[in-house]
């Protein structure tokens, strides 16, 4: 079967008549769609070791469901959909690498169900090639398999845009309907703020473009939002003095949400640096930060394409998104990690991919050859790059994961064993590789006090962590300095018999 373009779906508004475009569909289409999937989860359980380790973020969300160590402190900004996520694998198992190969499978399902949500708007081979370009980045491919949200924010960012469109057929696609509800749940079920700056172009459309008002799609889309984002407000209100308090507490973690060009940073982090906090430093070579340099330029003549070819809104609406999703981390805020621009990443693969494969399915007797080589070439060297760091980046990462492991076990070779208490350099990833609670008196995850720990140490053991030629503190100057793996430990004395208790 066919999937050249037939009229059906409308564009937005502009000079010169209205052009609509609706795709044929088949069931090879879907096959294609398939094999990306499939390869995307292969790729992540061949290339992201399974026993990689939990990074700290991960341990947070994985702590509130698993029964290995107790809850970590869960701050403002955190959702709870990364801890219903890995339930169903961290509620009954503490395997990590039970709980990557979940994950991969499960990116795998979601990133086919997202691309097939924009069957009918685009043809199936421009969906599997976005979704090859998407799937292929270092940073889709380390965060697939990881208890992490933006990956889930950036497929229901791409699905949710692809029904969106369906949704403006002339003869609305009712499934598509529910498809763009539950896909802007699923944003906000992950990180409510990403969700709605990933809708406003979407919102803007359906309030602001009088041929674009229809309330059956705004109804779904702030439904989807207001369903997913619930119980992020009602903990709001519960555990964090309000909603307004909330927000303002997860602007104060994250620096202090104003006026910060955090680009160069986003280029300093490509290099495989997974946080840049504080970022410094020299930027990567240029062959790691070509291809993020030439993906403006790329959407950008996909825009010019689309715009001449009279069928605007398919690619136009997903490059609003892009840019809206990618705004607060480009210029908000004053630090950098590349997993923030995934959304990004995802919305842009859709229009950047027909725009390469109108590239080298041009006529030209001279011309289509050179370009199918140019474009090869070039895709060629792109994943070879991608490899190169996403390699780096998973043998970094395992080996600081795997430091953690071992100052654990030097913690339990101390008699620091579950129940206990860390706190300290790194506490909150030792805490959980050890089993044990972790507190603060200080900083953002602050949860405790100084009196308090000291009350705990008569009960429970007790083990304040410092860095390569840090001094404890003051509450623990007294306490027994041991090494543990490659980081010094100061441990209470040893809590009496005669009584036992939690953590504060």
């Known amino acids: 079967m066919s999937d050249s373009p037939q009229a059906t779906l409308t564009g937005l508004p502009g000079p010169g008549p209205l052009v609509a475009v609706r795709t044929a569909w088949s069931p090879r ?4 769609l398939a094999v990306v999937a499939g390869a995307f989860t292969l790729a992540q359980l061949l290339l992201v070791r399974p026993g990689m380790g939990l990074g700290w973020d991960e341990t947070v969300y994985v702590s509130q469901v698993g029964s290995h160590a107790p809850a970590a402190f869960f701050s403002a900004p955190r959702a709870r959909g990364v801890p219903l996520l890995v ?25 086919f169900l997202a691309l097939r949500a924009w069957r009918g708007v685009f043809p199936a081979r421009v969906l599997a090639t976005g979704g090859a370009l998407f799937a292929t980045l270092w940073v889709t491919l380390f965060y697939g398999p990881q208890a992490m949200p933006n990956y889930w924010v950036a497929v229901g960012a791409l699905a949710g845009t692809g029904y969106f469109l ?37 919102f803007a459309l359906l309030v602001g473009v009088r041929r674009w008002r229809r309330p059956a799609p705004l ?11 619930a119980e992020w407000v009602i ?49 990567p070579p240029a062959v790691v930060t070509l291809w993020w340099c030439a993906l403006p330029v790329l959407a950008a003549l996909a825009a010019v394409v689309a715009v001449r070819a009279r069928r605007p809104a398919r690619t136009l609406v997903p490059l609003a998104c892009a840019a809206s999703a990618a705004f607060p981390y480009l210029f908000l805020i004053g630090y950098a990690a590349p997993r923030f621009l995934l959304p990004a990443y995802a919305l842009v693969a859709v229009p950047v991919a027909d725009l390469l494969v109108r590239l080298v399915t041009a006529p ?12 090869t070439v070039a895709l060629g060297g792109h994943l070879a790059v991608q490899y190169a760091v996403l390699e780096h ?24 064993r579950p129940p206990c208490l860390l706190t300290g350099h790194m506490y909150v990833p030792i805490a959980y590789y050890a089993g044990c609670a972790s507190a603060a008196t200080g900083g953002h995850d602050a949860n405790t006090t100084a009196a308090a720990i000291r009350r705990t140490a008569r009960r429970l053991p007790v083990a304040a962590i410092v860095p390569p ?12 300095p041991a090494p543990a793996g490659g980081l010094r430990v100061y441990v209470a004395p040893s809590p009496g018999q005669d009584g036992s208790g939690g953590a504060p």
């Open 29 to 32: 289409g879907g096959l294609s």
């Open 87 to 111: 339930a169903p694998v961290a509620a009954w198992s503490s395997s990590t690498a039970l709980l990557r190969i979940y994950l991969a499978v499960l990116s795998g399902l979601a990133l």
């Open 166 to 202: 369906r949704v403006r057929a002339p003869r609305c696609d009712r499934s598509a309907l529910w498809g763009l509800a539950l896909s802007a749940a699923l944003m906000a079920w992950m990180r409510p703020t990403d969700a709605v700056w990933a809708t406003l172009p979407l």
């Open 219 to 229: 109804v779904a889309l702030a439904g989807g939002l207001t369903a997913g984002a």
């Open 235 to 283: 903990e709001a209100h519960v555990s964090y003095g309000g909603l307004v308090r909330r927000l303002s507490d997860g602007s104060g973690i994250q620096g202090g949400l104003g006026w910060h060009i955090a680009v160069v940073d986003q280029l300093r982090g490509l290099g495989g640096r997974t946080l840049c906090r504080p970022c410094t430093g020299a930027l």
């Open 364 to 375: 030209g007797r001279v011309r289509r050859p050179l370009t199918v080589a140019l474009v």
């Open 393 to 416: 980046t998973v043998r970094r990462t395992t080996a600081a994961h795997r430091e953690w492991a071992r100052t654990a076990a030097g913690l339990h070779r101390l008699g620091v």
């Open 469 to 480: 030629g840090g001094a404890p503190p003051g509450y623990a100057r007294s306490w027994t």
